[in-house]
């Protein structure tokens, strides 16, 4: 009986060494926080461009830059959840004329942490929501063959175009620490948006206007501010 006694107290102490060993095991690493972030859209801008230039006024530059911000909680093994937005800018000019096409969007943040260490979490995921943009038009590119009585300054005509949409914006994407509460968080992905709405907003321009709801793959880097925590376990 004694025997069998220390034999049971034996593989109890065992039992809940290898118990402990289990749960210190399971420690939930995650981080939260936010901050600015700054990227480009690679956007294929070939019909706003051509349309742009055949109604006479200056092609835009092709870049298509972006600058917005965002915040969000993760965790490794977990879900990550916050929002984010965008606002987005391709500008041209040639003398008193001036084009520029622009768009802002933001929405729901929502992924899932796939790896990572109590110093970086990489998360797949993507962005669900909405926005709105403007090709914009200043000037009349006829405006050089008719006279102008001296001593008036005629009022910069402008045209404009509206878009509203619908996307959604896959991404993976790698955060990292560089101190307790300052990292970088780098995010490539690709924005669609198989639901927009195109319109003459302003002007008397042409109604037959192209699609401006912007699509196509992006880099983003942001700059995070929040920091790790790291629970259970020892």
Known sequence: MKILH???IAALCLLLLASGGIVAQQRAIGFGGGGPSFGMLFMDLADIRTFTTDAGFPDLDGTVWLAGGGGRGVEIGGLSLGGAGWGAWSEGASGELRSSYAFGWGGFDIGYGIAGTASGILTVGALIGGGG?????????SSGSVPVPLGIVPEPTRTAYGTIFFGIAPYLDMGILLTDWIGLDVRVGYLITPVSLTWLDAGSGNGDAPSLAPSGAYVRISLLFGGMVVSGGD
Request: hydrophobic share 25%; aromatic share 8%.
């Open 6 to 8: 220390r034999s049971g």
């Open 133 to 141: 943009g403007e090709l914009e038009w200043i000037g009349d590119p």
